[in-house]
């Protein structure tokens, strides 16, 4: 079975510049969780769904980021505009209900 | 004050040896726990889950302490592949996300 699957593994881009990173799901996995990690701050949730909805989005540091499941397999996590702050790894992942979170390769994002 | 809190180290130590972290959390209303590790430039994955009475999987044995709000992970034998950093994991009660510690970073020397 394929795990999460997220695209890019890395991008480097400048600031001011649109930043989409994209998720797949687990088949059958109804959870979905965005992650970022920084050596100063370690691994933060950013926001999560269940069943395609936003249960919590406290995480999500400003208005410029914002993350959609435009279906039940499938997530985007936009950064617009982008900073140089911004630059970290983008983790995401996912369970079913309870069960353990299974995370993707990550993608490393650098904003210059 | 960081919700989970752990010593980041570096931890190094020889192969063989027995080694132990500790991780602390503030929220009592905590319900579960685990140890993951994450491999450099990798992602985290699940190592074990933590129950109230402590738990071996092989080499790895974890503790939990409710009353003091302490976690424990203890490697035995360690191998030089458990070269890693460990994340001392906690769920709160009601809620689904994770909260993460900053890691503990071992380094297993030949």
């Known amino acids: 079975d394929a795990g999460v699957i997220q695209s890019p593994r890395h991008e480097v881009t400048e600031m001011g510049q649109e930043v989409t990173l994209r998720c797949k799901l687990i088949?059958?996995?109804?959870?979905l969780f965005w992650y970022r990690q920084t050596m100063m701050r370690g691994l933060e949730l950013l926001i999560y769904?269940?069943?395609?909805?936003?249960?919590?989005d406290s995480g999500m540091p400003e208005d410029r980021f914002s993350a959609k499941m435009p279906n039940a397999s499938f997530s985007t996590l936009k950064i617009q505009p982008s900073e140089p702050r911004d630059s970290a790894v983008y983790f995401c992942?996912?369970?079913?209900?309870?069960?353990?979170?299974?995370f993707g390769d990550g993608t490393r994002l650098s904003i210059l | 004050r960081k919700e989970v809190e752990q010593d980041p180290g570096p931890f190094n130590v020889p192969e063989g040896a027995t080694v132990a972290f500790n991780c602390t959390y503030s929220n009592s209303a905590s319900q579960s726990f685990f140890w993951y590790r994450q491999d450099c430039r990798k992602e985290p994955k699940l190592l074990m889950s933590v129950y109230s009475s402590g738990n071996e999987d092989g080499r790895f044995t974890a503790q939990l302490n409710r009353a003091s709000q302490y976690i424990s992970l203890l490697i035995r034998d360690s191998k030089l592949s458990d070269s890693a950093t460990y994340l001392c994991v906690v769920k709160i009660q009601g809620a689904q996300k994770l909260v993460f510690g900053q890691g503990t970073r071992l380094t297993i020397n030949p």
């Open positions: 088949s059958g996995h109804n959870s």
């Open positions: 992942a996912s369970s079913l209900r309870n069960q353990p979170q299974h």
């Open positions: 769904f269940n069943n395609n909805v936003p249960i919590d």
